[in-house]
């Protein structure tokens, strides 16, 4: 299965992931505006974004180039909608890493959620509910997430799940190391 001619929509009790709907915009702007769950999102290599996006108009304009990258291969961005309020909380990106480091032919993960979902049982259930599928979506060898040393409860729940933390550096396109990262 290749996710970019094919997104699936994955599903658990709690929430569903699908590609991301222009029409998500609002809820993503409540992510995205989220002050608090800014220091989770991992921006490394994304050429200076931070993913803090305050206003309607910033969102839209991420979405849109979201849309583009999707329909070039790049990478994908799926909403998680909690079934429980029928609202997205958050967005997993998902990309095929292709490098001279450690990480090469690995798929990167990447969960932002809102800073009240930074919680270890619903980065299980989102993790849990998209790592079994993503080295089939990338056809990758294993796959990478980053959880700085503050992200206590991210670290509980990956580590459940079955990630090690990476002896490696992350090198960046401009040479940049990152650290932070974990594999399985």
């Known amino acids: ?80 909608v909690d079934k429980g309020i029928s609202r997205v909380i958050g967005m997993v990106e998902l990309c095929f890493r292709v490098s001279e480091d450690a990480f090469n032919n690995m798929g990167i993960i990447r969960v932002d959620v809102r800073s009240d979902y930074e919680k270890e049982d619903v980065l299980y259930s989102i993790f849990s509910l998209c790592i079994p599928e993503s080295k089939k979506m990338l056809g990758c060898n294993g796959i990478v997430t980053k959880a700085p040393i503050y992200a206590i409860e991210r670290m509980k729940a990956i580590q459940a799940i079955g990630f090690t933390k990476s002896e490696h550096l992350l090198i960046g396109k401009t040479g940049y190391a990152y650290d932070g990262y974990w594999i399985i």
């Open 1 to 80: 299965m290749n996710i970019f001619e094919k997104c699936p929509i994955l599903e658990n009790e709690k929430f569903f992931i699908r590609l991301f709907q222009i029409d998500d915009c609002d809820d993503l702007l409540k992510v995205y505006s989220d002050k608090n769950a800014l220091p989770f999102f991992n921006s490394d290599g994304c050429d200076g974004d931070n993913f803090y996006y305050a206003t309607k108009e910033r969102m839209s304009e991420a979405l849109g180039f979201w849309k583009m990258a999707y329909e070039n291969g790049w990478f994908v961005r799926l909403s998680i």
